[in-house]
């Protein structure tokens, strides 16, 4: 990516540009969060819930992904203060979603991956493309589910569920995701921000 290209887009849209659609832009890595990608997110989502003339947030990915999980090329020897830090900032992103003060939509594409979905999960309202694929896949490298996971899961599907999610990292498409209630609402695909925004 070069250094002109933004991590994270915003603009917003619709009636009385009301609406902040907030775009992950990191195309190359499926839109991976990097450091410098969850900065930027953090800065986008924190100036969307400021500005007064927002009142609904679209939250997407650009390049047909919507988020492919934590970038794992950014995790190596990472440990002690450095570690702390990481994690307070995926923390202070997740309050922001949970807990801000608008409604938070995510319009799922292609993968939301580990971390990608987690950061769906954490929106109020999620519509998943048909052919969507989400994998709760901390498992598969080593790692516990975060950014709040082990919360948004168990609130959205049984217990069975969360255990076939969590522990076996199982992929499930966005017609699976929908039906089971991990996800509110399919469309088919390439059709999931239209209906976010529609919604929002």
């Known amino acids: 990516m070069s250094a002109d290209e933004q991590l994270v887009l915003a603009e ?5 540009a ?45 390049g047909g992904a919507f988020c492919s999980g934590g970038d794992i090329s950014t995790m190596q020897n990472v440990a002690g203060v450095a570690g702390r830090q990481r994690l307070a900032n995926l923390h202070r992103l997740v309050r922001l979603l949970a807990a801000g003060p608008k409604p938070v939509i995510a319009a799922v594409e292609g993968y939301a991956y580990g971390a990608g979905m987690s950061l769906a999960l954490l929106c109020d309202q999620v519509v998943t493309a048909a052919d969507a694929k989400f994998c709760c896949s901390f498992g598969k490298v080593g790692l516990m589910p975060d950014m709040a996971a082990l919360w948004t ?5 049984n217990a069975g569920w969360v255990k076939r ?7 499930i498409d966005g017609e699976t995701a929908a039906r089971i209630g991990l996800a509110d609402q399919v469309t088919a695909p390439g059709g999931a921000l ?3 925004l529609d919604l929002a």
């Open 194 to 196: 239209a209906a976010a």
């Open 165 to 171: 999610l969590l522990m076996l990292a199982e992929e």
């Open 153 to 157: 899961v168990p609130q959205r599907v």
């Open 12 to 16: 917003s849209t619709g009636p009385g």
């Open 18 to 62: 009301a609406i902040r659609v907030i775009r992950l832009n990191y195309p190359a890595r499926r839109n991976a969060l990097s450091l410098d990608l969850r900065a930027a997110l953090i800065a986008a989502v924190e100036a969307a819930m400021a500005d007064g003339s927002v009142r609904a947030i679209v939250l997407t990915g650009n």
